[in-house]
C-alpha cells in the first residue's frame, strides 16, 4: 500500500527566503506524486505532479520538487517564498496503477513572516 | 483550467435532518468523481468514489447508508448526509478526474462545510 510522510506540520519561514517542505513516500510499486495547495476554506489546487518523466518537476508559482527515489523523498521548494504562499500544503501518492484516488500527507502548514 | 464547483459552500443543519451536496464538473466530463472528508487541521480522508451510472465504492468505516452517492451524469454527483449528527460536521470536498489512470489529474471542488447543531 502506498503513503506518505510529510515532516513537519508548520513550516515558518521569511519573506524571500527558501521554502522547503518535505514528503517521503512509501510504495510497492513505482509511484505518481502530486503536490496540492489549500488556501483557508477552499479546495485543493495542483501545484505539480510526478508521472515517471523527468525527476525534477517544475509546477505553477514557483514551486518545484524533485523525485529522488534513492531517498523515497519528493521534497518541494521554492527558492523565494511571497507572503501569498501561506496555505496548507499536501503531498499525495496514487493508491496504484489504474482508475484510483489519491492518498494524501497530513498536510504542511507554510507561514510567511514579512 | 478544469472547474469543478460545489454547492452549498457551507450549510448548518439540525440534528437529524438530512443534507445534499452537489459536485459539478463545469467544463468536462468527469469519467470518477471522489468524496472526500477533512477534519479541522487534518488531511483528506477519502469517503467513496463515484463512477457515472454504477453504485459508488465506500472506504473501510464509511457507512454507505449514511453517505447516500448518487453519479447520475458525467457531471453531476451528489452527497447526501443522512440523519445528520453533530459528529458529521466536517468539511467535505470533492474532486473530479477525466480520464481512467493514475496519471490523470484530480481536480477539486472548493470544499463543502456542514455545520450539524
Known amino acids: 500500500a502506498q503513503s506518505v510522510t510529510q515532516l513537519g506540520s508548520h513550516v515558518s519561514v521569511s519573506e524571500g527566503a527558501l521554502v522547503l517542505l518535505r514528503c517521503n513516500y512509501s510504495s510497492s510499486v513505482p509511484p505518481y506524486l502530486f503536490w496540492y495547495v489549500q488556501y483557508p476554506n477552499q479546495g485543493l489546487q495542483l501545484l505539480l505532479k510526478?508521472?515517471?518523466?523527468?525527476?525534477l518537476v517544475k509546477g505553477i508559482n514557483g514551486f518545484e520538487a524533485e523525485f529522488k527515489k534513492s531517498e523515497t523523498s519528493f521534497h518541494l521548494t521554492k527558492p523565494s517564498a511571497h507572503m501569498s504562499d501561506a496555505a496548507e500544503y499536501f503531498c499525495?501518492?496514487?493508491?496504484?496503477?489504474?482508475?484510483?484516488?489519491?492518498?494524501f500527507g497530513k498536510g504542511t502548514r507554510l507561514s510567511v513572516i514579512a | 483550467g478544469a472547474v469543478v464547483s460545489q454547492h452549498p459552500s457551507w450549510v448548518i443543519c439540525k440534528s437529524g435532518t438530512s443534507v445534499k451536496i452537489e459536485c459539478r464538473s463545469l467544463d468536462f466530463q468527469a469519467t470518477t468523481m471522489f468524496w472526500y472528508r477533512q477534519f479541522p487541521k487534518q488531511s483528506l480522508m477519502l469517503m467513496a468514489t463515484?463512477?457515472?451510472?454504477?453504485?459508488?465504492?465506500?472506504e473501510q468505516g464509511v457507512e454507505k447508508d449514511k453517505f447516500l452517492i448518487n453519479h447520475a451524469s458525467l457531471t453531476l454527483s451528489t452527497l447526501t448526509v443522512t440523519s445528520a449528527h453533530p459528529e458529521d460536521s466536517s468539511f467535505y470536498i470533492c474532486?473530479?478526474?477525466?480520464?481512467?489512470?493514475?496519471?490523470?489529474?484530480?481536480?477539486f471542488g472548493p470544499g463543502t462545510r456542514l455545520t450539524v447543531l
Open positions: 474532486s473530479a478526474k477525466v480520464g481512467a489512470r493514475s496519471t490523470d489529474t484530480q481536480y
Open positions: 510526478y508521472t515517471s518523466a523527468a525527476t
Open positions: 463515484s463512477n457515472e451510472g454504477s453504485k459508488a465504492t465506500y
Open positions: 499525495a501518492v496514487s493508491r496504484n496503477s489504474g482508475n484510483t484516488p489519491l492518498v
